[in-house]
């Protein structure tokens, strides 16, 4: 069975700060990996996926299979960043269903 | 399209009733998925559509829940004998056939078994 855990509930930075969102996965196989972000009064949406290797609004994410990490980067923190982020999991086997990690709520000050 | 749509947004029911939840997909989609959120943790999934088949399903889905998806269009998700621990979020989503990763969310309905 697959697991997603992300060990920080709550992350707080300044704005214009580095910020990076841990996603720590356990899969046997190949796995794909996603972030999904959720901002206020929004639906939760796809961010990024590590295949793509795109980077959007800034952040990039790299798939480290040795450390099984998936984190979440970005160089200058802005305050519209601020929002809850999921990372997901998709196994090779799966039609498409995604494993979730608990999220982590990202607030950016001025 | 305006999105992934569901129906109720809220319910409150007492405990033993029945409830049953509408989702409307994005029309083009024929990929459809129910999962449960509980408060402090991510989405959890319940079960998924491709078209009218039921393609996959959790563990979590006990008897007590059926899924429908009788057009490949809209779904219903209905929960029996509702117990409190049903309490939650339920989100529905839907995808396109070549791109299941790409889910699209709609806004939940909240379930509060009393």
């Known amino acids: 069975a697959q697991r997603v855990t992300q060990p920080e509930k709550l992350l707080s930075v300044f704005k214009g700060a580095p910020v990076e969102l841990k996603c720590n996965y356990s899969?046997?196989?190949?796995?794909?990996l996603f972030w999904y972000v959720q901002y206020s009064r929004q639906r939760l949406q796809l961010l990024l996926r590590?295949?793509s290797r795109e980077s959007i609004k800034g952040f990039t994410a790299d798939l480290n299979k040795g450390e099984t990490s998936f984190h979440l980067k970005k160089p200058f923190a802005q305050e519209e960043d601020s929002a809850m982020y999921y990372c997901a999991l998709r196994a090779g086997t799966s039609y498409g269903k995604l494993t979730f990690g608990q999220g982590t709520i990202l607030t950016v000050h001025p | 399209d305006t999105g992934v749509s569901q129906d109720p947004r809220h319910k409150i029911t007492k405990r033993g009733q029945n409830v049953t939840f509408r989702c409307d997909p994005i029309s083009e989609h024929n990929r459809l998925y129910w999962y449960r959120q509980t408060l402090g943790q991510g989405p959890e999934f319940l079960t998924y559509f491709q078209n009218e088949a039921q393609l996959e399903k959790s563990r979590l889905l006990s008897d007590r829940f059926s899924a429908e998806r009788p057009k490949g269009s809209f779904s219903t998700l209905e929960i029996q004998r509702t117990e409190q621990g049903d309490s939650a979020m339920y989100l529905c989503?839907?995808?396109?056939?070549?791109?299941?990763?790409?889910?699209?969310f709609g806004p939940g309905t909240r379930l509060t078994v009393t």
């Open positions: 899969y046997s196989g190949s796995p794909e």
């Open positions: 590590h295949i």
């Open positions: 989503a839907s995808s396109l056939g070549d791109r299941p990763y790409e889910q699209y």
